[in-house]
Each structure stands twice: as C-alpha cells, then as structure tokens.
C-alpha cells in the first residue's frame, strides 16, 4: 500500500521506522516534508507544504496515495484531512471539525462535559479582570492556558500570581482558560479510532519541564518512557471505558466522528483519574517509546482506523522490552533560538545495542535517542550511552528520564 506520511519531527521519523519494522516496504512510504534524518531511509518531499489542503490532495491523487497519516496537529487543524478525504482517500487523522478537541480547549471542555468525562475544573475567562476573579477562586498554584493552539507554550501553572496574570496577558487574544490545579502522576494514553470505536496503545510518560527534577518552563515534552510498571492493572481498560470511548461517542453524536490518534493526557490524582488536555495526534516523544515496542503491523492497525474497521484489526501487541527515549534540544530551547550548528556522532549513537536515533530539526528539539532493554535500567543505559556520544554545541538534554522506575 502507498503511504503518505504528513510532518517533519521525530514522531514522523519513529512512525516510519515503526511501520517499516512491522512490515511496511519503504519505497511505499512518502514522507512530506520530512527532514534529513527521515531521508536517510524513505522518499521525502522537501517541498510539499503539509498545510496546504489542495497541494497535499493534489500530490496525493498523483501518487496513487492509499493511505495519508497525518502526524502534527496543524495540517488537521488547516482542514487536510477533510481534503484528502473528500477524493475518498483513507486517512489517518480527524477532520478540521474532531481535532478542535485539541486546537480548543473550551470545545474538549464541552465535549468533556457532555460524555461525562473526568477533568479539572475549569473557568473560560475573555478579560482579565475575570482571569483576576478565577485565580481567586482556584488559588495557588494557578493554571493558566491559552484557549487555542500555541506550539506546546500555551500552559503555565507557577505559585507567581504575577507571572501568571503575564503569561495571561500574552495570550488574552485567544481566550483563557483557568483551571484547579491537579497533582499527581502524568499518562499518556494513546487510542486508534476509527470514529465508532477505540483501540488503546500502550501507556507513556513524558517529561515535559526543560530541566532535570521537573525544574524549568514546559517545553515540547524532553523525554519519555513506556510501559509505566506502576500503573494499577485495570487502568487502561478504565480510561477506554470512562474517557477515550465515551468521547469519541459524543464526538461522533456531534457529527464530527472522530479517525486519528486520541491523546488522552491524564494526571491520576488521589480522586481518579483526570484529563489534562486531548490531542488529535501522535504525541513526540511519547511515540518514540510506545511504537518501538510495536510488533502488529502499523500499517494494518493505521488503515482499519481510517476505514472504519477497527474492529476487525488485530490487537495491538508490545514487546516485553522496556523503552526510553532522551531528546536532545539545542541551545536555550525552548526560550530563545539557537543558530544553525552541526550535529555529528549520531550514527555512533545508533552502534549502541537497542538504539535509535529519531531526527527532528537543526534547532529546537533536534532529535531524539530511543533505546530499549530487557528493564529500565537497561534500556537508559543503552540511551545515556548513545546520546553522550552525539556533539552539538551548547545542547542540553535531561539526565533523569526514567531514572524513579530504573532502581
Ligand atoms: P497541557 O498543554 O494542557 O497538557 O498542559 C501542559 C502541562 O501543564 C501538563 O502536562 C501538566 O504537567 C501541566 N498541567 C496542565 N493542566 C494542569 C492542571 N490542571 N493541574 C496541574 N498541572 C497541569
Ligand atoms: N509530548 C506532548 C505532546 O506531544 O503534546
């Protein structure tokens, strides 16, 4: 089958890896734009703009596309899915209407509300007069999101009433949101839809302050690991039944069913499990770990999603393995910019047993290590080793990614 891959990242780069290594030919994979790392194993197009509704249809009917997946959130967002879907394509990837359950924090506030879904209280606030009363209220520490899409920069939760009401102000335009604040561990749940029914992965959980000890402002995510060992042994079934399930149902009574990856981002708290945020997408780098332990096909899994059939798909099967993944960012991310500097070491990096190297950009978050091993300890081990051996100048990484399950 002819496949099309949408994005440029590291999720992209793990996605390939991944449907190759569970059968998929790689001359039958095209990756737009892709990147250097991405280019190195499948046929890339540099050129082709992954926001562009008409461009993306038009090159996918040339190329006898069977298959479109759809990997980052703004393409869904700019409507390609529904394009491609309009020439009867399959495709991996809600429409523009289903992934406002991620460009809309309101909207999954309703959606959430509507399928009984367990989430943190919320106040949608358009002054800040009222983002003022709302901080009252919630008190200390303050959540504060931007009720839209804003490249992962969007949260703050601070003790600092003043940096909150800033970061407020920042994002004002788009609408606020101020919620209770939750505590308690972080998952990340994958679920394949097919806009009827669900399919869960495997749990991940991903790192996403700058610094060592969860120090530092949030960032893309620095890190992830999977399976989470601790999780009590019914929690995935439970967040299929009460959250992933019950809101692709409401999402389908909307008339807007959603295809694609549900990202269910939960905190379980002393009181339950809750939803922090959905996204309408693979989350980087959580799917470096979870689809290394992939054996099913993916490219099976992935077309029975987009063509309604996920109830005859084969379950998802994980290796026993353990995975962790390190990123590796360059300088000052994610405050400032870094310039252009090379990256060298990175196929040293890949002789270390169980390694991967996944490559996203030259600045930001420029790639990510994945390693896997019969434990935990193992697997960072094996991705420590691998990163030390990668030079970039002034790069920073997390040296703690998975080091509480390692003992
Ligand atoms: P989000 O983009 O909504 O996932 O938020 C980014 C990060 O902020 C999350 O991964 C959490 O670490 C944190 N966060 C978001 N909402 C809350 C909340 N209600 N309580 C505590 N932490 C939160
Ligand atoms: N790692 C968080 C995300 O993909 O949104």
Redesign the pocket.
């Known amino acids: 089958m002819k496949i099309l891959v949408l994005g440029q990242g590291a999720r992209e780069h793990a996605i390939v890896k991944s449907l190759i290594k569970t059968g998929t030919n790689p001359s039958h994979i095209i990756v737009a734009p892709g990147n250097k790392g991405i280019a190195a194993q499948v046929e890339c197009q540099g050129d082709l703009d992954p926001t562009d509704p008409l461009a993306v249809s038009k090159f996918a009917l040339e190329n006898a596309i069977e298959l479109a997946v759809i990997g980052p959130e703004a393409p869904l967002v700019a409507g390609v899915s529904d394009a491609l879907r309009s020439q009867g394509m399959a495709v991996f990837g809600p429409s523009k209407l289903a992934a406002q359950l991620e460009g809309s924090k309101s909207f999954a506030k309703e959606v959430m509300a509507a399928a009984g879904v367990p989430t943190a209280m919320a106040r949608q606030c358009k002054t800040i007069a009222e983002v003022e009363q709302a901080m009252e209220d919630f008190g200390a520490p303050y959540v504060i999101k931007a009720d839209g899409l804003a490249a ?1 920069k969007g949260v703050i939760v601070t003790e600092d009433s003043a940096a909150a009401l800033e970061h407020a102000k920042q994002f004002i335009p788009m609408g606020i949101l101020v919620e209770e604040f939750l505590s308690g561990p972080e998952v ?1 749940l994958f679920f394949l839809s097919d806009g009827i029914s669900v399919m869960p992965l495997a749990p991940a959980q ?1 790192f996403k302050r700058a610094f060592d000890n969860d120090a530092g402002p949030n960032t ?2 620095m890190g992830a690991y999977s399976p989470l060992p601790w999780l009590e042994n019914d929690f995935v079934q439970k967040v299929e039944d009460t959250i992933a399930l019950p809101t692709i149902q409401e999402l389908a009574r909307l008339g807007a069913p959603f295809v694609g990856l549900l ?1 269910c981002g939960l905190i379980v708290t002393q009181r339950g499990i809750r939803v922090i945020e959905f ?1 309408a997408r693979f ?4 799917t470096q770990v979870v689809l290394a332990r992939l054996i099913t096909s993916l490219e099976t899994l992935l077309y029975k999603a987009s063509t309604g059939h996920l109830d005859s798909a084969p379950e998802a099967q994980f290796s026993s393995e353990m995975a962790v993944t390190v990123v590796l960012a360059s300088q000052g991310y994610p405050s400032t910019q870094a310039p252009v500097r090379q990256v060298s070491g990175i196929e040293k990096a890949e002789k270390v047993n169980g390694v991967e190297v996944c490559y996203a950009s030259s600045v930001g978050r420029v790639l990510s290590v994945v390693a896997v091993g019969k434990t935990f300890k193992k697997a960072r081990k094996r991705a420590y080793t691998a990163i030390a051996r990668i030079k970039l100048d002034g790069s920073h990484y997390r040296s703690d990614i998975a080091a509480k399950v390692a003992d």
Do not use: L
């Open positions: 992962g990340s991903d893309g995510g990202y996204n989350g980087d780098p959580e």
